[in-house]
Each structure stands twice: as structure tokens, then as C-alpha cells.
């Protein structure tokens, strides 16, 4: 059982930043397709970022089109953990953040069935 940890949510004003970070309990993290979605209030839970192993060293990250050029998913294997910087930040981003883990994932990174693993969710508040 993969375990997730997500951390560094909070308050912000709008225009602010803030970085994500989801430890990973897995040995073999670096093979892992990692992404992170968000659910508002009232909404269905939606894709943010996915960060996908493409094989040896190699990772493919693909955004959701209302967060691409403000927010970046990265990576550090050393630790076991995927982060997402959040710049420039919108009270429409408010939300809870999940980050989701899956050894086996094909090309449908945007859907949350696809993932077998996930955190507890961390609150990201943006005011206006």
C-alpha cells in the first residue's frame, strides 16, 4: 500500500504563491505516475498537473489548460516526493489538492479512476 502525504497548503491572497509537497512512503517511487487534481466545493474533483514516468529517467508533466504557465510539477526521487509550485494564484484555485499515485497508468492522465493511490488533501484558500 502506497502511502501519501500531502503538505504546504494554506491562505494566500490572490497573485500569491505556494509550493505543494506529497511524500511517498513507496521504495520505488521513481517509476511512479504522479499527479495532482483539486475539488472545490460542490465540484467534481479535477485534474491539475500529472508528472508520468516515460521510462529511465525520464518524465513527461502535462497540465490542466487553466493552471499551464502558473503552476510546475516537479519531482526529487532522493526524497520520494512530487511538489507543485503554485504562482500567481486565483481565487478560482481555491480547492482542496489531492496528490495521486499509480505504477500502471496509460495515456489517460486527467482521470482520478485512473489512479490507485492518493493523500489525505491539503486546503488551498486564494482571497480576493
Known amino acids: 500500500q502506497v502511502q501519501l502525504v500531502e503538505s504546504g497548503g494554506g491562505l494566500v491572497q490572490a497573485g500569491g504563491s505556494l509550493k505543494l509537497s506529497c511524500a511517498s512512503s513507496?521504495?520505488?517511487?521513481?517509476?511512479?505516475?504522479m499527479a495532482w487534481f483539486r475539488q472545490a466545493p460542490g465540484k467534481e474533483r479535477e485534474f491539475v498537473a500529472s508528472?508520468?514516468?516515460?521510462?529511465?529517467?525520464?518524465?513527461?508533466?502535462y497540465y490542466a489548460l487553466s493552471v499551464k504557465g502558473r503552476f510546475t510539477i516537479s519531482r526529487d526521487n532522493t526524497v520520494n516526493t512530487v511538489y507543485l509550485q503554485m504562482n500567481s494564484l486565483k481565487p478560482e484555485d481555491t480547492a482542496v489538492y489531492y496528490c495521486?499515485?499509480?505504477?500502471?497508468?496509460?495515456?489517460?492522465?486527467?482521470?482520478?479512476?485512473?489512479?490507485?493511490?492518493w493523500g489525505q488533501g491539503t486546503q488551498v484558500t486564494v482571497s480576493s
Open positions: 495521486a499515485a499509480d505504477s500502471t497508468l496509460g495515456d489517460t492522465v486527467t482521470i482520478p479512476g485512473e489512479y490507485d493511490y
Open positions: 513507496e521504495p520505488t517511487f521513481r517509476h511512479y505516475h
Open positions: 508528472h508520468k514516468w516515460t521510462g529511465g529517467n525520464t518524465y513527461y508533466a
